[in-house]
């Protein structure tokens, strides 16, 4: 099992930038991949930008140039820094690991709101 916690979401303006952190409760070292999604009202949930097998890192197209996906293993955490902030980007994000250990499974966290406005 493992659990992941979020952290630094909230309201912004445009423009603006906030930083997630994604706290995990075990190393992170071994994750086949680790990243954050949101979903805003009445969409889907998509992908935002994750680290995947081999430490290269994978970005939704409407969010390149503006976020940054990073890493500490020895906080085992993950983080968002979000720049130039758009009314679009108003969505609930969550981090998500998926963890292989005989099966592959995926772990969500609680989720942290991210509203930008004016």
């Known amino acids: 099992q493992v659990q992941l916690v979020e952290s630094g979401g909230g309201l912004v303006q445009p423009g603006g930038s906030l930083r997630l952190s994604c706290s995990a409760s075990?190393?992170?070292?071994?994750?086949?991949?680790m990243g954050w999604y949101r979903q805003a009202p009445g969409k889907q949930r998509e992908l935002v930008a994750a680290f995947s097998a081999g430490a290269s890192t994978d970005y939704a197209d409407s969010v390149k140039d503006r976020f940054t996906i990073s890493r500490d293993n020895t906080k085992k955490t993950v983080y968002l820094q979000m720049n130039s902030l758009k009314p679009e980007d108003t969505a609930v994000y969550y981090c998500n690991a998926k963890v292989f250990s005989i099966v592959l499974n995926s772990y969500w966290g609680q989720g942290t709101q991210v509203t930008v406005s004016s």
């Open positions: 075990r190393s992170i070292r071994d994750f086949l991949a």
